[in-house]
């Protein structure tokens, strides 16, 4: 079985080597990767809920998309092929920005990622991955908003970093 290398990258995002991404997560070393905020003409955000199956954040709302370069992939290629893959979905992306995190979950893991946020516009029906995706659902940014507030367990540390940081 092959297993999914990330990039470890440094506060600058120079490439440092390639790691297994599961002894990446386990070591809290700072990676490469991207999520994607996928809207459609009336400015909902497409939201997808987390497969019960991953490792971390099981069953949490998220952005359209987000993943890992493989090594020798740029960040824009890679985002255009987990949004293929997760959601079913072609659109031309545009990056937003970046940012630097780092959060530490129950389960012992770390995030700890140099995130690129891409943007595209899709008025498709999503063709959900299973074994990535557990629901969708399109919402406006004002009712993302309350429903961070009123319940922001639901959600992903990196969405709600991104959309403080961009989408309000």
């Not at 990767?33 to 909902?44: H, I, M, Q, R």
Request: glycine share 4%.
């Amino acid at each position: 079985m092959v297993t999914e290398q990330v990039i470890l990258v440094d506060e600058q995002d120079n490439a440092l080597g390639g790691m297994e991404k599961l002894e990446a997560h386990q070591k809290g070393l700072l990676h490469r990767a991207f999520s994607v905020f996928v809207f459609n003409d009336k400015g909902e955000l497409l939201l997808q809920q987390r497969a019960a199956s991953k490792y971390h954040s099981p069953n949490l709302w998220t952005n359209t998309c987000c993943s890992h370069p493989r090594p020798n992939e740029n960040t824009l290629q890679a985002a255009n092929r987990r949004l293929k893959e997760e959601m079913g979905i072609e659109t031309e992306l545009q990056l937003k920005g970046s940012f630097i995190y780092k959060a530490n979950f129950d389960t012992g893991l770390t995030e700890h990622e140099f995130d690129y946020v891409y943007t595209g516009i899709s008025n498709a029906q999503p063709t959900i991955n299973k074994d990535e995706v557990e629901n969708f659902v399109w919402l406006s940014l004002d009712e993302i908003k309350a429903q961070l507030k009123s319940n922001p367990e639901k959600f992903t540390v990196w969405f709600k970093i991104a959309v403080e940081r961009w989408f309000v």
